[in-house]
């Protein structure tokens, strides 16, 4: 099939099976994907501008249906995902202004590339011992199941921080928090987002279950929530300087829909520790990804 925007032939079928994995993905764990359907993309032979912008478009079309699923399941917190939103968007304008800053250092992708492949394997690490551990401790402690968590000293202690405004955020169950730590969530996540190039969304899911103490389903669809605002603002910017390929997303969006609802669907199958269990391989790939693109392009030596 020829996409005269991208002008490129590539089949079909091969683009609805990227949508419909990364919606598997995106449904089940609350990320975007772009981690992994942009080096999938690329390998297809689309252009990597093309890449950045028709994945976002194609993001932001699977992340709504995603959302709305977990809406009806009642995993969405609005209030808490708006804050979110702020904090994000600011931390991503910020991103690319350093990456400008400080791009005529001719070093800034390999520090940022080696800070990012750091983060996300301690995630990684971080996130499969906490989950094992919280499995272990609910077949021997028989605590509730459903939002176990086999570390929670970090979340009580941001909770107690007292610097106005707080706010409560009833859905995650939540009675007060310091505004200024959601944002600062936000703001962290949009900062690596906005400064590396790729969706923060598998930083922000485990950030929101360990410092802020969301429960992981609502974590999960909350961060979905997020994502439609943040990747509909880079589908927008790039769109305007022409790197989106209207009717390439739309062919990945038939498959991203099929696999968004039956991820969603999946969260009420499993309880929160063996999601997170599962969501510790994802940071590892992208670690991995970010190696590879950096060992590629020549960086590392």
């Not at 990597?48 to 079309?61: K, L, P, R």
Request: glycine share 14%.
């Amino acid at each position: 099939m020829y996409f005269p925007i991208a002008d490129v032939t590539i089949n079909p079928i091969l683009l609805i099976s990227v949508g419909f994995l990364v919606g598997i993905l995106g449904g089940f764990f609350g990320v975007g994907g772009g981690f992994l359907a942009g080096p999938m993309m690329f390998w297809t032979g689309v252009p990597m501008n093309f890449v950045v912008g028709t994945d976002m478009a194609h993001m932001t079309g699977k992340s709504i249906v995603a959302a709305r699923r977990h809406r009806s399941l009642g995993h969405v917190d609005l209030k808490l995902g708006l804050f979110m939103v702020l904090g994000t968007i600011v931390g991503v304008e910020i991103g690319a202004r350093i990456i400008e800053a400080l791009q005529d250092s001719g070093a800034i992708d390999i520090t940022i590339g080696i800070t990012y492949i750091i983060i996300l394997v301690c995630i990684s690490i971080f996130t499969a011992w906490e989950s094992i551990r919280a499995i272990q401790m609910v077949r021997t402690d028989q605590i509730d199941v459903q939002d176990a968590i086999g570390f929670k000293g970090l979340a009580k202690r941001i909770q107690a921080v007292n610097i106005p405004p707080m706010v409560s955020f009833p859905v995650s169950g939540i009675e007060y928090i310091s505004i200024w730590m959601v944002l600062g969530v936000g703001f962290f996540t949009g900062v690596l987002a906005g400064s590396l190039g790729v969706g923060g969304g598998f930083i922000r899911m485990p950030m929101m279950v360990y410092i802020l103490g969301i429960p992981t389903h609502v974590a999960v669809g909350t961060d979905l929530f997020e994502i439609v605002f943040s990747s509909g603002f880079g589908t927008i910017t790039h769109a305007l300087k022409g790197n989106v390929d209207i009717l390439m997303a739309l062919v990945m969006q038939t498959g991203a829909a099929i696999g968004a609802q039956i991820g969603a669907n999946a969260t009420r199958f499993f309880a929160g520790p063996k999601i997170r269990l599962a969501f510790s391989v994802l940071p590892i790939i992208g670690a991995a990804l970010v190696g590879l693109r950096l060992l590629s392009s020549g960086m590392m030596h």
